[in-house]
C-alpha cells in the first residue's frame, strides 16, 4: 500500500517569512495530492490539491508543486500570518477521485512567531 | 463542499461497552470513509463504506471490532465494540465530492475509562 512520509514535524517561522512542508510518497500510481489544515479541537479542512497531470498550483499564498519522477510534492505558504499555525497534512491517493480513501502523513505543526 | 454532521460529538465510555457513532451529510454519496484519529496524531484510515455492500476495512482493523453500516446514501454509522482504553481517540467520517475532494465532519471525540 500507500506510504506517505511528511517533514518537518514541527516548523516554526517568523511572521511575514515563508514556510515549506515536504511529502513524500513511495505508490507510483497515486495521482490526487491534497493538502489539509487542522486547526486544533477542529476537523481537517482542504486547503489545496494537486493532480498528477499538473506541477504546480497556487491559490493566493498557497501552493503545491509536485515532482512525480522523485515522487515528492510540498507546500509553499508565503508571507506567512498568526492564523496560518496550525496542523498541516499531506496525503496521497491512487484512485484519481479518493474512492480508496487518502493515506496521510503524520503532519507538520506550524508556528508563526509575532 | 458537504456538510457532514457527526454525533455524538464527544463521549467518555467504560471499558467493555460498545458506541455507535452516526454520520449524516447533505447529499447523496457514494463512498463513505471512516478514520482514527489518536491523540496528536495523523488520520488512519479504518474502512470504506459503500452503500449496498459491506465495508472494507484497512490492514489493523476488523469488522468484529468497527462493525459499520451503510443503510442508504446519506448515512453511515460506526461501532467501536468492546472499547479499552486503547480505542479514544477522534473518529471522523468522510466523503468524496466534486473531483474527489474529501471533506470531514466534525468528529467523534472518545475516551474510554
Known amino acids: 500500500g500507500e506510504n506517505v512520509e511528511q517533514h518537518p514535524s514541527t516548523l516554526s517561522v517568523q511572521e511575514g517569512d515563508s514556510a515549506v512542508i515536504k511529502c513524500t510518497y513511495s505508490d507510483s500510481a497515486s495521482n490526487y495530492f491534497p493538502w489539509y489544515k487542522q486547526e486544533l479541537g477542529k476537523r481537517p479542512q482542504l486547503i489545496i490539491d494537486?493532480?498528477?497531470?499538473?506541477g504546480e498550483k497556487k491559490d493566493q499564498r498557497i501552493a503545491v508543486t509536485l515532482n512525480k519522477t522523485a515522487k515528492h510534492f510540498s507546500l509553499h505558504i508565503t508571507e506567512t500570518q498568526p492564523e496560518d499555525s496550525a496542523v498541516y497534512f499531506c496525503?496521497?491517493?491512487?484512485?484519481?477521485?479518493?474512492?480508496?480513501?487518502?493515506?496521510f502523513g503524520k503532519g507538520t505543526h506550524l508556528i508563526i512567531q509575532p | 463542499s458537504a456538510v457532514i454532521s457527526q454525533k455524538p460529538s464527544r463521549d467518555i465510555c467504560q471499558r467493555g461497552t460498545s458506541l455507535t457513532i452516526q454520520c449524516q451529510v447533505d447529499?447523496?454519496?457514494?463512498?463513505m470513509f471512516w478514520y482514527r484519529q489518536q491523540p496528536g496524531q495523523s488520520l488512519t484510515l479504518i474502512a470504506t463504506a459503500n452503500q449496498g455492500s459491506e465495508a472494507t476495512y484497512e490492514s489493523g482493523f476488523v469488522i468484529d471490532k468497527f462493525p459499520i453500516s451503510r443503510p442508504n446514501l446519506t448515512f453511515s454509522t460506526l461501532t467501536v465494540s468492546n472499547m479499552s482504553p486503547e480505542d479514544s481517540s477522534i473518529y471522523l467520517c468522510?466523503?468524496?465530492?466534486?473531483?474527489?475532494?474529501?471533506?470531514f465532519g466534525q468528529g467523534t471525540r472518545l475516551t474510554v475509562v
Open positions: 494537486i493532480r498528477s497531470n499538473v
Open positions: 496525503a496521497a491517493t491512487d484512485s484519481g477521485g479518493g474512492a480508496d480513501g487518502l493515506t
Open positions: 447529499s447523496q454519496v457514494t463512498m
Open positions: 468522510s466523503v468524496e465530492k466534486g473531483r474527489g475532494e474529501a471533506f
